[in-house]
């Protein structure tokens, strides 16, 4: 059974860059029929799809993000990351690491248990 | 890309049926078959219930159903249960992926 698992800090300065890591388990991350991405929810609101990356490396981005977002790959290590950078208050999430198809683009079968990050000095 | 339109809550009685719609843009729900819909309980993540408009995955109950019409894609789920009270949310893509605002769903 598939399984993914966020890590990283749950309390994050403003300014400051925001890091968190997907280990995947139960399967690998170098799959061709899957990208890899992050989702996250504030509190109490909805969904926003931060990014994707598939294990060759290529990656993209949700627009209004985008210039604060690097997602990367670690294949020896069955691993994906998020950085988004200069965060404020607003960046306050929980935030989701799911698998996605890559053939639509539209649907995410397995996520993590989600992970919260607080943006506060 | 705005995000896709939800009514913000629906409810209905154990044993009835309700419908969730998900209103987007021509490319975003009217053009394919690419909308999918994720049930999301108190502090859970979400769960993919309906993908590419209609299918459901293995384990999901037959109770739910997903159709479209137009640029307007639908969630329905019959025979409803107290467990079925959850949060719903569309999702779609157009060169971006695009989620709605999610629906509650009261068991009354």
């Known amino acids: 059974q598939l399984q993914l698992q966020e890590s990283g800090p749950g309390l994050v300065k403003p300014s400051e860059t925001l890091s968190l890591t997907c280990t995947v388990s139960?399967?690998?991350?170098?799959?061709?029929?899957?990208?890899w991405g992050w989702i996250r929810q504030p509190p109490g609101k909805g969904l926003e799809w931060i990014g994707s990356?598939?294990?060759?490396?290529?990656?993209y981005y949700n627009p209004s993000l985008k210039s604060r977002v690097t997602i990367s790959v670690d294949t020896s290590k069955n691993q994906f990351s998020l950085k988004l950078s200069s965060v404020t208050a607003a960046d306050t999430a929980v935030y989701y690491c799911?698998?996605?198809?890559?053939?639509?683009?539209?649907?995410?079968?397995?996520w993590g248990q989600g992970t919260l990050v607080t943006v506060s000095s | 890309q705005s995000a896709l339109t939800q009514p913000a809550s629906v409810s209905g009685s154990p044993g009835q049926s309700i419908t969730i719609s998900c209103t987007g843009t021509?490319?975003?729900?009217?053009?394919?078959?690419?909308v999918s819909w994720y049930q999301q309980h108190p502090g859970k993540a979400p769960k993919l219930m309906i993908y590419?408009?209609?299918k459901r995955p293995s384990g999901v109950s037959n109770r739910f159903s997903g159709s479209k019409s137009g640029n307007t894609a639908s969630l329905t789920i019959s025979g409803l249960q107290a467990e079925d009270e959850a949060d719903y949310y569309c999702?779609?893509?157009?060169?971006?992926?695009?989620f709605g605002g999610g629906t509650k769903l009261t068991v009354l």
């Open positions: 799911a698998r996605q198809n890559r053939y639509t683009s539209s649907w995410w079968d397995y």
């Open positions: 139960g399967g690998s991350i170098s799959s061709s029929s899957h990208y």
């Open positions: 990356i598939y294990y060759s490396g290529s990656t």
């Open positions: 021509t490319s975003e729900v009217g053009s394919y078959n690419l």
């Open positions: 590419e408009g209609s």
């Open positions: 999702c779609s893509y157009a060169g971006s992926v695009v």
